[in-house]
């Protein structure tokens, strides 16, 4: 279980993930969480800065996908600022919220890396299917209340991980 909380790469801000370096790992999609990964939560627009640099992947030819446990209504709206498909009520870490994502990009699991805030969600959810997963600071400490319980455990986790010497 513990081993399933390992992000393969962990990232301060969206901006330092090395594209060239997933180019080379075969990945050719991207499956974005929404809260607090691309954007702060609640909010319901993406910043300019974080839309130029989606448009800036899919010119390297990155196919995007946006993946949230969130409503179809707000997840529809954010996702058609970036022209990205979208999976909303995904029931992260579920694999099938993870799967939906790579079918709508026409991509394998395999070739798809995973963005989030969140180890018990994006990078469970995405390390269970088998695809890259990458570990980013939450942009804002603003948080739905499930959330903030779940970070305490995160914290644990962290703590765990780095004691072991897995993060
Ligand atoms: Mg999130």
Redesign the pocket.
């Known amino acids: 279980m513990l081993k399933l909380l390992v992000p393969c790469m962990v990232v301060n801000t969206l901006y330092d993930i090395k594209l060239t370096e997933l180019k080379q790992r075969g990945i050719r999609g991207i499956a974005f969480?929404?809260?607090?990964?691309i954007i702060p939560?609640n909010s319901s627009k993406i910043c300019p800065e974080v839309l130029l640099w989606l448009n800036h992947l899919a010119a390297q030819g990155f196919k995007l996908c946006l993946v949230?446990n969130n409503g179809k209504e707000r997840v529809r709206k954010i996702a058609a600022q970036c022209g990205a498909p979208f999976v909303a009520w995904a029931l992260k870490p579920s694999r099938s919220g993870f799967r939906q994502a790579a079918q709508a990009m026409g991509l394998s699991p395999d070739t798809v890396a995973v963005v989030?805030?969140?180890l018990f969600?994006?990078i469970l959810g995405g390390n269970r299917l088998g695809m890259i997963t990458i570990w980013v600071k939450?942009l804002t400490t603003k948080e739905f209340v499930g959330?903030k319980i779940t970070r305490e455990l995160e914290k644990l986790a962290v703590h765990l991980l780095k004691a072991t010497g897995r993060l």
């Open positions: 969480d929404l809260d607090n990964t939560w949230s989030g805030d969140q969600t994006d939450p959330t």
